[in-house]
């Protein structure tokens, strides 16, 4: 990384000051003097203006990005209350003033729960099957040794079919290079799809060791509630790690070590105009402890001046620069239940910062003209800020001034980086079933029993009206009137139960609607009319899953397909490991793995009978049948290798029944023993089996190629 402005980590001052003695024999530093020095450090340090200003950029970015998501942040409250099964304060405070219980029913949480159980079973996968792969590139690069090996080799049987009697042309000539250059293209492609497994199962190794199975569970949880979820990785951290040491003592070291990790949403705040992660000042709000920032301490980029006057500055109560009213809200949402949990937590704030300054302003915050060559190019800047101190500021290291973040959405908005949850889609069903049943409980209330009209007038003094059980005897008085009318009417309220419910119904079945998952989807009842037949249900659940499928698809281009590129960047410029080098390309398959494993297999096996007959045989060889019979055994958990011998082993195999038919067509007598050997004969052979030696591929020799043919007795 290019840092500006910032020392190298670990450097120490030039001059040391408040240097003493002890006993005349070691020099010791007196905590003030120490003190002083790195407050001097850190002073002329913060006061460079690149610096200052840099800070100053920053916090007026976070201001506007800060400003621009109030309305994201209030609808993704609302989302994670809903995920809760709770209703957001604002509206509980309104149902309890109109009287009405405080019930809430678990559609919405239902509904992203589904959702992403659906997605879970599309990206995730069972078993060894991964939403991705790797794949060499479709025409692998001819090393320019092995093209010059079949030169080598072309030119040798050339020569020999010469020695031979022979007269080859030139168009023969060119054929037999065409056909050796095939030739290799096929066993380079080979070898390539061999490396990339290899490669593959090494980049897996390393998400799974830096923790991306963990940080995508909780994604997919992210994608189901809120707007937009987020991702970040591969992350350079250091990393203690206990080794042993020659004596069997226990030895910590520290390495670097990639990393991946969810994101909350409520922490990302993109700049107002933003698209996705890479587009406009991008900031991500960190919640640091003591342990976590000291451990910055001595990592290339950061300023040990810096984090260390931050220590001693905030280090004991925290320090809570950026904490907005969403806070409280939010903690109460994710079941902290103080105010002062979210205030009064001793972490300290800081702000991560992304985004593009120009040369110019760069120049203008102090640097210099061989740090910043052009001053009307946009460079990518990395830095973190603590109140107005700055503890890392680096350009961005990727050479296309990418941002190790990634995001997508359930639904997708045209020109936003925020898109609709779940629960935007269904928001308004989920109020309409919400009312409804409060409003049935109270129905259901009312209309429960008898309500009684009673003529107060009528009652004898201090008879009880209050309470009304089995076999109550009511006293009256006389009607002064004389009128005719009972004291005490009971009469039956109605009950609009069957109504309500059907409204609850409908809205409950538009939410299946506008979220795309029908309930039969997840087998939580049974689907009617064409759904009662096999292929109903198996027609409706393919159209079900479109938009499982779009959703999936776009986890593949925006999650799955940016990362690993990265990772495999990051492999190609600083790993040492050669299998992680090659010309490969990343391929997400997430949308296709939504295909019914079980029909795929099915579609196997009948290949399998269909082609297993004599013209079948004869196209495709032992070999193509050997690859079908592999696809086939990895899907039922096989070991492969164990069962389909290697290519080679059946070659040797067909050889040897090749040699028996023809020993027993010449009545037990091996193959070529009655005729008589070429005087050129076995040099030219040994041609073909030096070209194939040689880097070449297996074929004919040239001799059986080129014309005319000797003639006989030559």
């Not at 079919?161 to 492609?189: C, D, F, H, M, Y």
């Not at 915050?365 to 060559?373: H, I, K, R």
């Not at 398959?589 to 295909?595: M, P, T």
Request: net charge negative.
């Amino acid at each position: 990384m290019a840092g500006f402005g910032l020392p190298t980590p670990g450097s120490a001052p030039a001059q040391p000051m408040g240097v003493g003695s002890l006993g005349g024999a070691v020099a010791v530093q007196s905590v003030s003097s120490m003190q002083a020095q790195l407050d001097k450090a850190f002073s002329a340090e913060q006061a460079q203006p690149v610096i200052t200003g840099l800070a100053a950029h920053v916090k007026a970015a976070f201001t506007r990005a800060q400003t621009a998501k109030l309305q994201v942040e209030q609808d993704m409250l609302e989302a994670l209350y809903a995920r809760r099964g709770e209703y957001t304060a604002d509206k509980k405070a309104k149902i309890e003033a109109a009287g009405q219980p405080l019930i809430y029913m678990m559609l919405p949480s239902v509904k992203m729960r589904q959702a992403e159980s659906l997605l879970r079973d599309g990206l995730v996968g069972a078993g060894t099957e991964k939403p991705w792969t790797l794949e060499p590139t479709p025409v692998p690069d001819l090393p320019p040794a092995e093209v010059q090996k079949i030169f080598q080799a072309v030119t040798a049987e050339v020569e020999q079919a010469i020695n031979a009697g022979l007269e080859p042309t030139l168009e023969a000539v060119r054929q037999r290079l065409q056909t050796a250059k095939v030739e290799l293209s096929e066993r380079l492609r080979e070898a390539a799809v061999a490396h990339a497994k290899v490669a593959e199962d090494k980049m897996e190794d390393q998400l799974l060791e830096g923790g991306f199975p963990e940080a995508f569970d909780e994604f997919l949880t992210d994608l189901t509630t809120f707007k937009t979820a987020f991702i970040a990785g591969p992350i350079i951290r250091n990393k203690p790690k206990l080794a042993w040491g020659p004596q069997g003592q226990p030895v910590v070291t520290k390495d670097l070590k990639l990393e991946w990790e969810r994101v909350d949403p409520f922490d990302m705040y993109p700049a107002p105009w933003a698209r996705g992660v890479n587009d406009g000042p991008m900031i991500r709000k960190h919640r640091l402890s003591r342990d976590r920032l000291s451990a910055m301490i001595g990592v290339e980029g950061y300023s040990e001046n810096a984090i260390r006057k931050v220590l001693e500055l905030y280090g004991t109560g925290g320090f809570n620069d950026s904490w907005s009213p969403i806070e409280s809200q939010r903690a109460t949402a994710e079941g902290k239940l103080t105010l002062d949990a979210t205030i009064n937590t001793g972490l300290i704030d800081t702000l991560q910062y992304w985004g593009s300054v120009s040369g110019q302003i760069l120049r203008d915050w102090g640097m210099t003209a061989a740090q910043v060559p052009d001053a009307a190019k946009e460079y990518e800047v990395e830095a973190w800020v603590i109140g107005p101190h700055v503890i890392k500021a680096v350009l961005n290291s990727d050479p296309l001034a990418r941002r190790p973040y990634y995001a997508t959405s359930y639904e997708r908005v045209p020109g936003s980086i925020w898109g609709n949850s779940v629960y935007d889609l269904m928001k308004d069903c989920a109020d309409m079933c919400n009312a409804t049943t409060r409003s049935l409980a109270a129905n259901l209330g009312i209309s429960s029993g008898p309500q009684v009209d009673i003529n107060v007038d009528r009652l004898p003094p201090g008879a009880e009206v209050s309470s009304m059980y089995p076999w109550k005897i009511w006293t009256t008085t006389s009607d002064p009137m004389n009128s005719t009318q009972p004291a005490i009417k009971f009469f039956q309220p109605t009950s609009n139960a069957a109504e309500l419910m059907s409204v609850f119904e409908k809205f409950s079945s538009l939410a299946d609607e506008y979220t795309g998952i029908p309930r039969y989807t997840v087998g939580a009842e049974s689907a009617g009319g064409a759904g009662r037949t096999a292929s109903g249900m198996s027609m409706m659940l393919g159209n079900a899953s479109k938009i499982i499928k779009s959703i999936v698809a776009g986890v593949d281009s925006r999650i799955f397909t940016p990362m690993l590129e990265r990772l495999y960047y990051y492999n190609m410029r600083y790993s040492p490991d050669p299998d992680l080098k090659g010309d490969l390309c990343i391929i997400a398959r997430g949308a296709a793995s939504l295909a019914t494993k079980e029909a795929a297999q099915q579609r196997r096996g009948e290949f399998l009978l269909a082609t297993n007959n004599p013209t079948d045989m004869q196209i495709m060889g032992l070999e193509g049948r050997a690859e079908v019979l592999r696809a086939a055994a990895s899907t039922l958990d096989l070991n492969p290798s164990k069962i389909v011998p290697p290519v080679a082993v059946l070659k040797d195999r067909q050889r040897m029944v090749q040699m028996q038919q023809a020993m027993a067509a010449q009545g037990g007598e091996p193959p070529g023993a009655n005729v008589a050997p070429s005087p050129k004969g076995p040099a030219v052979a040994g041609s073909g089996q030096a070209l194939m030696a040689e880097g070449g591929a297996a074929g004919a020799p040239i001799t059986d190629q080129f014309s005319p043919q000797p003639q006989p007795g030559a």
